[in-house]
């Protein structure tokens, strides 16, 4: 099973470039496509969904062209895209059998398998309720729910956890990890901590490039002994900010707390971190000046 994404390029009318030269190979697992908002991820996601063409490049399923043959794709696809539409008047049970006949499934077959999916996506106890009444966490569980009726072998997930409360956040990232088994997940996100413990592999792109795809150990190897912390005054904060890459900052009694990238100690009073997945994500995507990664 694999799926491989050769020299992609997309450019819209303006122009506009939203992918330069994405080539990656992917095989079963989770893997984490981050980038900040308006890098190219939502674009590259349609584009492997066949919603979308590229402008050059291909995109092969098990070596297949899925520009010549997407039905070779589409068949095995699941997808839930940023903006999932429901029906607000239909519960669960009644929304997902309606899908299950649009995508011609076996109905049969399809009964059982939304039987399974109300209870691994743990709706069991609102199956019943207007889809209409649920909360964001809720909905984006019948999502899930829908994007796996057809049992897929490429499963993609755009943005799922925007709007989340930090325990649905939780409960979701979860779920994609037990769901990932033999098949290819890919979970498109801004979110850092979204793919820092359920991704085998980390996709980094900004500006429409991959900047890197690799474990995420990997990458956050790449700043070790790099990651300082340190209190601030806002005058030493405004001069840090000129010369390094801050990652985070907090403010306390004290001054500002400031979360620092750099080879070298930033300040006399800095003390040496131990890295994130956050800090290499900051380090690529900041230091990245729209050149060849």
């Not at 098949?183 to 900047?211: F, K, M, N, Q, Y």
């Not at 700043?223 to 904060?237: I, Q």
Request: hydrophobic share 40%.
């Amino acid at each position: 099973m694999e799926l491989r994404i050769a020299g992609v390029d997309k450019i819209y009318r303006g122009p506009v470039t939203a992918l330069r030269g994405v080539s990656m190979t992917l095989h079963p697992g989770v893997i984490g496509l981050l980038g900040p908002n308006g890098a190219g991820k939502s674009t590259l996601m349609r584009i492997i969904a066949t919603i979308a063409q590229p402008t050059a490049g291909a995109v092969y399923w098990n070596g297949v062209d899925t520009k010549r043959n997407p039905d070779k794709l589409r068949r095995v696809l699941g997808y839930l895209p940023q903006d999932f539409g429901v029906y607000p008047n239909l519960n669960p049970f009644e929304f997902l059998t309606f899908l299950a006949a649009a995508k011609g499934l076996d109905t049969k077959k399809s009964r059982r398998r939304i039987e399974e999916l109300i209870d691994a996506v743990n709706l069991r106890g609102v199956a019943t309720r207007p889809i209409g009444r649920f909360s964001g966490g809720m909905r984006q569980r019948v999502g899930i729910a829908q994007a796996l009726l057809n049992d897929p072998e490429l499963l993609i997930v755009d943005e799922p956890t925007v709007g989340l409360d930090p325990e649905e956040r939780i409960r979701f990232r979860s779920m994609i990890s037990e769901l990932s088994g033999e098949r290819v997940v890919i979970l498109s996100t801004h979110i850092v901590s979204d793919v820092e413990t359920t991704a085998d592999e980390i996709a980094l792109i900004a500006r429409g490039c991959l900047l890197a795809y690799a474990p995420a150990k990997a990458l956050v190897a790449e700043v070790a002994g790099k990651v300082w912390g340190v209190v601030l005054s806002d005058e030493d904060l405004a001069a840090i900010r000129r010369n390094y890459i801050i990652v985070s900052t907090t403010r306390r009694n004290g001054g500002v707390t400031a979360r620092v990238v750099a080879d070298g100690s930033p300040h006399p009073s800095a003390e040496q971190l131990a890295p994130t997945l956050e800090d290499a994500y900051m380090n690529r995507v900041l230091s990245y000046d729209g050149g060849s990664p």
